[in-house]
T-cell receptor
Framework: AQSVAQPEDQVNVAEGNPLTVKCTYS??????LFWYVQYPNRGLQFLLK??????LVKGSYGFEAEFNKSQTSFHLKKPSALVSDSALYFC?????????????FGRGTSLIVHP | DGGITQSPKYLFRKEGQNVTLSCEQN?????MYWYRQDPGQGLRLIYY???????QKGDIAEGYSVSREKKESFPLTVTSAQKNPTAFYLC??????????FGPGTRLTVL
């Protein structure tokens, strides 16, 4: 079985400050991990993914995420937040060895960046 | 441009009426998916398809039906059996096991 948790419904940060959006996962094998962003009334946009290799993954719009196997986490980070980063963020996981190619999505975290 | 399109953007349905949501992709992806999004509940998988003429039920398939007659098309029908169909519907496609590309969504409202 595979599952993903986003423990925060909402994250508030001031513009220019670093931001972190948390994600933890559970799989029986090895994970593929993904982050997506959704702006109001739009589809999801792919930000970045971890498949294998370097634990620090860099993605679109200055975002990065760190894969931590011991803590089963894949937190999304950005060094300096912009007001335009305000959106809904989804983490997703797929168990590579679990036989399913369908990712499981978290419930989403609303990021609000204040001017 | 390569991408995935959904139509219509907004759809209104009367009680007891079936409606069909369109999803087309020109990315040559084998896999296609339909998700339902409700506030605070994230994305829930309705149906998915790995190959033409084959599809599988997701977590909330009751009251929905799909077809996959062509690789690029994966329409979703919301039937009158779906008791609470008002939601935002998202279609996606991917190479098997890779990150998904999402369409812009269709917002369905029951009158």
């Amino acid at each position: 079985a595979q599952s993903v948790a986003q423990p925060e419904d909402q994250v508030n940060v001031a513009e220019g400050n670093p931001l972190t959006v948390k994600c933890t996962y559970s799989v029986s094998g090895n994970p593929y991990l993904f982050w997506y962003v959704q702006y109001p009334n739009r589809g999801l946009q792919f930000l970045l993914k971890y498949i294998t290799g370097d634990n620090l993954v860099k993605g679109s719009y200055g975002f990065e995420a760190e894969f931590n196997k011991s803590q089963t986490s894949f937190h999304l980070k950005k060094p300096s937040a912009l007001v335009s980063d305000s959106a809904l963020y989804f983490c997703a996981v797929r168990d590579v060895t679990g036989g399913s190619y369908i990712p499981t999505f978290g419930r989403g975290t609303s990021l609000i960046v204040h001017p | 441009d390569g991408g995935i399109t959904q139509s219509p953007k907004y759809l209104f349905r009367k009680e007891g009426q079936n409606v069909t949501l369109s999803c087309e992709q020109n990315l040559n992806h084998d896999a296609m998916y339909w998700y339902r999004q409700d506030p605070g509940q994230g994305l829930r998988l309705i149906y998915y398809s790995q190959i033409v003429n084959d599809f599988q039920k997701g977590d909330i398939a009751e009251g929905y039906s799909v077809s996959r007659e062509k690789k690029e098309s994966f329409p979703l029908t919301v039937t009158s059996a779906q008791k609470n169909p008002t939601a935002f519907y998202l279609c996606a496609s991917s190479e098997i096991g890779q990150g998904a590309f999402f369409g812009p969504g269709t917002r369905l409202t029951v009158l």
